[in-house]
């Protein structure tokens, strides 16, 4: 900021030249005492005589030269108007004065965030001293000025409005007392004017957007935390004027506990990370400047909650969110970390912890459209199609690269098709021989890799296609790889050769399966008991689970210990940092990670056991959880089958943390899911019929985006059921509006209750730890947790981690997000990957699912991001659209 030598400015530059005395001068940095004389400025002292300077206003600084030097004082000093908010020209009976607001970024603790300077000068009219004021404001609004320009006000654009809506209740409860000591203050040295309301209860927010005229305001500023942005974003789409209503500029300051969106937008405008006051400060300073971004929507489609006492499904939800969808863990956290509010952003520290210590898996079916590569040639004309299949994956699937995987699956397949068509024990039949050719094929491959490096690729299914892509896979491997999603994964390193050389040792081990799965065939033929049998496929499978993984799960457990071990002493400073009600966290903690403990406690997953009302357990439909298990690509996870046994949650010796999921439950078994059903053949879609065809984007008789009222809304069709737990938490009691589906159609998505197009979708089936899906860079202000997030970039930032992940390495994972440097975290439990769009249907019974840290109804949902629909404050940074 300060120069050694700052040079002075060329005559040509100089737009006002002027010479003041000086008036005091005012420091009070961010803290909470504000000037009561204009500008916090008293005349120089009257012991010290005022000094001279002489001034220059540039289009970029304004210099500062002391016309008669004093020893140890600098002579000049240099000013960015860059780091200027704002001006005044104090009215009489102030003497006239030229009063500057100005925020350098100053050292602190934790990071460079903005401070507060005054200084005023003294000028010899109230003329000049307005006429600076104006050039000063003028620079600041961006209004085109030359030396020739005679300044006044008359040349100034009407001050600029902003709607605050504040929610006093958000984070800490300190909004009020912040604005009041921040806000406020900022937003009129600004010369900004403002009606602050203060949200009365939940959905008020969106209830006054969705009325008000929006024409009056510049701006509407949410001073609370992300869920506030969360319903004004909504109540702006639930206008009838929602096109031009959703170009309205929002902004947010932070005053929530997570505060992800004004993370992303400190981390945007260059700044270090920080919290609470420092966060506000550098997000008020960005505000009151006023540059604004366009900002991706992700129009989200939920499972309609249950009408009270109705047994019937309404329609399915749409809304739009800006930051994210997550399910798992995340959610878990978020909302399970409500109870520790007072500690701030540090609830969800201690809520990482004690979700960590009694880490849970969720049975789940995860599809996604990776984004198409198709970019226009320098002439304006499409490059020659490619093939649009996403058939290699990116390097952070690379884990599943290595698991043996045959396909992915999509809902309702040609398979699936063709299967309905044939008697059930020849599909299965079928089924398995395909899987063990696969599995060899497979096998093959790795060793090839194992021998002389290659190419990873897991392809999205269907079977149809499947020999033209290995083909494709074999030349792959001479180095060439990944043509749709972001990243190669053409390194798979001595991770795989090392997994080849143990898939040769796993072969026999396989093989003697394989012929238990021909002999339980045969008994099936031979009429004995299919129960039998496929629970004799089912003990095969633990069987097998239990030795494979004993070696690969047993392996990364014995790495993990070591660095669990390691981070011990980390972890208990934070545990002590947080003041947690902490032994049993502390305990949790020092216990083994969940692989060991997977091995002792036969379960830790959802989905493995449902429970009904009566908290009594009864085990998954064998059949439905074994043909589960076939069509997963997560077969090996030691938690695709499980013996019946309690859910380590469910565990009476075990403390259960959480109350609240235990409110959420429903007492129905999983989904059963059109590619799974043997019932009537589902209707077929445009998109089962032929994998290749895309009509399903046009809107159909009988879907949502047609009709609101149509029939197959309101009753779940047969061959699809939503699974819909009740609302628990602060959801239960909320109204909620449902968007119209014809305001904005989601043209890469088919409706909620019809299967996905296999062509082009990428579908991961098994046990997750967590879902996340993020458009912003920041899950929190101090979560770096997408770091190539914009926020305009069209994406979806999809994390995902499968069961099996040892808790050290999740604790790791998540310290490194702090550092935005997950990524770098080795895991092949840990993906990440960008879509358009994607579906996530939850197979366990209990869970949680938010939107933008809100909770949703828990069932099927998925989402599809529109571009640059929204416009953000966010300051100097970037191309500015427009200014406020
Ligand atoms: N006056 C109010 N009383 C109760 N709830 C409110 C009120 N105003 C808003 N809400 C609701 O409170 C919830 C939480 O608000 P918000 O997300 O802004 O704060 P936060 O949870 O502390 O921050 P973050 O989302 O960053 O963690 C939102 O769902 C919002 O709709």
């Not at 008359?154 to 409005?161: C, E, V």
Request: a neutral charge; charged letters at 25%.
């Amino acid at each position: 900021m300060r120069s050694p030598e700052p040079l002075p400015p060329s005559p040509e530059e100089a737009l006002l030249h002027g010479q003041f005395a000086s008036w005091g001068s005012g420091s009070n940095g961010n803290n909470n005492s504000r000037p009561s004389s204009p500008g916090g400025l008293s005349p120089a002292g009257s012991s010290a005589p005022a000094s001279n300077y002489a001034l220059t206003l540039t289009h970029s600084h304004i210099h500062i030269q002391r016309l008669s030097p004093r020893p140890g004082k600098e002579a000049r000093l240099l000013l960015p108007i860059s780091e200027l908010l704002g001006c005044s020209c104090p009215r009489l009976p102030a003497p006239p004065l030229l009063v500057l607001y100005w925020y350098p970024p100053g050292k602190r603790r934790k990071g460079v965030s903005r401070r507060r300077q005054v200084r005023a000068f003294l000028a010899e009219s109230r003329l000049e001293a307005e006429r600076w004021s104006a050039a000063v404001q003028c620079l600041l609004r961006d209004v085109s000025v030359t030396a020739n320009t005679e300044f006044s006000r008359s040349l100034l654009p009407r001050s600029r409005r902003l709607l605050l809506l504040v929610n006093p209740f958000s984070g800490r409860g300190q909004a009020m007392q912040w604005c009041q000591t921040h806000i406020l203050p900022m937003i009129r040295e600004a010369n900004i004017s403002y009606n602050l309301i203060q949200t009365e209860r939940q959905n008020h927010a969106r209830e006054l957007i969705r009325d008000i005229p929006l024409l009056e305001w510049d701006g509407i500023i949410i001073v609370s935390g992300d869920g506030l942005l969360h319903e004004v974003i909504n109540g702006l789409m639930e206008r009838p004027d929602w096109e031009q209503a959703i170009k309205t500029p929002v902004g947010i300051l932070p005053c929530g506990s997570g505060n992800a969106l004004a993370g992303s937008i400190n981390h945007y405008a260059g700044y270090d990370m920080c919290l609470r006051e420092p966060l506000l400060l550098n997000c008020c300073f960005l505000l009151c400047r006023g540059g604004v971004r366009p900002m991706d929507l992700v129009s989200v489609t939920t499972s309609p909650a249950l009408a009270n006492n109705s047994s019937h499904a309404a329609a399915p939800r749409r809304l739009f969110s800006f930051l994210s969808v997550a399910w798992g863990f995340v959610s878990d956290v978020d909302i399970e970390s409500e109870r520790y509010r007072g500690l701030g952003s540090a609830r969800f520290t201690l809520g990482t912890l004690v979700r960590i210590a009694s880490l849970r898996s969720y049975k789940g079916r995860l599809s996604f459209l990776p984004p198409s590569d198709v970019t226009k040639s320098s002439n304006g004309t499409p490059p020659p199609p490619k093939r649009p299949l996403s058939r290699s994956i990116t390097k952070g699937l690379e884990g599943f690269c290595k698991m043996p995987i045959h396909r992915t699956c999509s809902d309702m397949g040609i398979n699936e098709q063709r299967s309905l068509r044939k008697g059930d024990g020849e599909r299965e039949r079928e089924e398995r021989q395909r899987e063990r050719d696969e599995r060899q094929r497979e096998r093959e491959r790795r060793r090839e890799r194992a021998r002389g490096g290659g190419t990873g690729v897991v392809r999205a299914s269907s079977l149809a296609e499947d020999r033209e892509r290995e083909m494709e896979a074999e030349e792959d491997k001479s180095g060439t790889c990944s043509e749709s999603n972001e990243r190669d994964v053409c390194n798979m390193g001595r991770e795989e050769r090392l997994e080849g050389i143990q898939d040769e040792r796993e072969d026999e081990e396989t093989t003697e399966q394989d012929s238990c799965e021909m002999d339980e065939d045969d008994r099936g033929r031979d009429g004995e008991g299919s129960r039998d049998s496929v629970e004799g496929g089912g003990v095969l499978d633990a069987k097998e689970l239990g030795e494979r993984d004993g070696v690969d799960m047993g392996q990364e457990a014995d790495e993990e210990r070591g660095g669990y071990q390691d981070r011990l002493p980390e972890t208990r400073q934070v545990v002590r940092k947080n003041s947690a009600p902490s032994s049993q966290i502390a305990d949790a903690l020092l216990s083994p990670p969940l692989s060991q403990e997977a091995d002792s406690n036969s379960s830790s997953s959802y989905g493995v056991e449902d429970t009904d009302l009566n908290e009594t357990y009864f085990p998954l439909d064998v059949a439905r959880e074994r043909s589960l298990t076939i069509s997963s690509p997560f077969r090996h996870s030691p938690f695709s089958y499980k013996q019946k046994g309690l859910d380590l949650n469910q565990n009476a010796s075990r403390p259960r943390p959480l109350s609240l999921l235990q409110h959420s439950n429903s007492n129905s078994l999983p989904p059963k899911l059109p590619s799974l059903s043997l019932s009537p053949t589902p209707p077929s879609s445009p998109s089962c019929a032929s994998p290749h065809s895309s009509s399903y984007l046009a809107p159909r008789p009988n879907t949502p985006n047609s009709n609101l009222t149509s029939p197959a809304l309101r009753t779940p069709s047969s061959s699809f059921n939503f699974d819909i737990a009740e609302p628990a938490g602060p959801f239960k009691n909320r109204p909620f509006v449902s968007l119209p589906f014809d305001q904005l159609g989601d043209d890469l998505l088919p409706p909620l209750d019809q299967p996905i197009p296999t062509r082009d979708w990428v579908t991961i089936e098994g046990d997750f730890v967590l879902v996340l899906a993020l458009y912003q860079s920041h899950l929190g202000a101090d979560l770096h947790a997408a770091p190539q997030a914009r926020f305009d970039d069209g994406l979806i930032h999809l994390t995902f981690v499968r069961a099996g992940i040892s808790r050290a390495t999740l604790l790791r994972l998540f310290f490194a997000m702090e550092r935005g440097t997950h990524h770098s975290v080795s895991s092949p439990y840990v993906s990440h990957v960008t879509c358009k769009a994607f579906r996530l249907q939850p197979l366990s019974t209990r869970g949680t699912l938010t939107v933008d840290g809100e909770l949703v109804p828990y069932g099927p949902l998925q989402a599809q991001v529109h571009p640059s629909m929204a416009r953000l404050i966010v300051g100097d940074s970037g191309v500015k659209v427009t200014r406020l």
